[in-house]
């Protein structure tokens, strides 16, 4: 088949690679009908995150047709539609019985991403991201192994089109569970960081559960725009002002009720750094944290999706404990929030598929990474079709 090949940092490649095949009982193969390229992606993409090994097979949000099943697969059968989550959870042990799948304690034999591990048990696998969580191969490709297939991917009815519910394979749960981490409700108000693919449906969550006032914190006005005319946000391009004090002084000089950051650990920093993390003795900016701690109104939330890794340099707890503040933060439980994120796009209350900017060949993944990566063509979210 045909996958698109990790080689090394800015070198990925459609290859061809052997077929996959069932290995447990309750794999499934899935052909895929639609793949996308994902922010996080880009981390891989530009070597930041450590684990990958060339001939790595990339993509963790994908959608498909079962082709083949192992014999304990009892919620699917061949010819079914699906989305796959991009965690992998086998949905009995201690995390899964509490719903917290991303901390699932059985799929990922690797030894994760912690620094200060100790003893603890790594979290859960995830597709096409690195052996850090796994090695599992990824879905930017003709076809795909899910294991744990009875606890992942959900059944999409034939009346859906495949980019109206795709994104319920990572960006749409995301965005969802960062705005239910921060409390957003009718009338909240919440700044954003990062109009990218997780920001933007992080506005579309709030915009559907009543938020009051929304602040989109981004420097590309493409990006900013879109979710203005989209999401109806408040735009802050912080290469123009400073994002946080802007924040401040249009909420009565107290600040949001919660901050969505939605960049991680690439954020755009500071000299110092920027060469800190070079020299290998910082592992994230700290910037876009600094930002949310700084516009957070007391006793407010800030909510984490964005990535993070290592070290990070001025984070300002104590700023965070003179304003009494709570974090929230993590990968995505994306299980527990597919159903009723289904049933909020048959309803018609979300609409993903407007994000995507760019549709293309699994053949054109290298450009499209390329595309992606720096922004051209105002590209916000592609698709990929094999």
Known sequence: MRALVYHSAHDVKVDSVPDPVLQQPDDIILKITATAICGSDLHLYRGKVPGMKEGDIMGHEFMGVVVDAGPAVTTLRKGDRVVVPFVIACGSCFFCDMSLFAACETTNPDRGTIMNKKSLRPGAALFGFSHMYGGVPGGQAEYVRVPKANVGPIKIPDTLEDEKVLFLSDILPTGYQAVLNAGVGPGSSV??????????????????????????????????????????????????????????????????????????????????????????LEGSSGQALRQCIAAVRRGGTVSVPGVYAGFIHGFLFGDAFEKGIGFKTGQTHVQRYMPELLAFIEQGKLKPEVLISHRMALEQAAEGYKMFDKKDDACRKIVLRP
């Open 191 to 280: 700044a954003i960081f990062g109009a990218g693919p997780v920001g933007q449906m992080a506005a579309a969550c709030a915009h559907m559960l009543g938020a009051g006032q929304v602040f989109m914190v981004d420097h590309h006005d493409y990006r900013l725009e879109f979710a203005r005319a989209t999401y109806g946000v408040i735009p802050v391009n912080f290469d123009q002002v400073d994002a946080a004090e802007c924040i401040i002084e249009n909420t009565g000089f107290r600040g949001v009720d919660a901050v969505i950051d939605a960049v991680g650990f690439e954020a755009k920093g500071s000299a110092l750094e920027t060469a800190l993390t070079a020299l290998k």
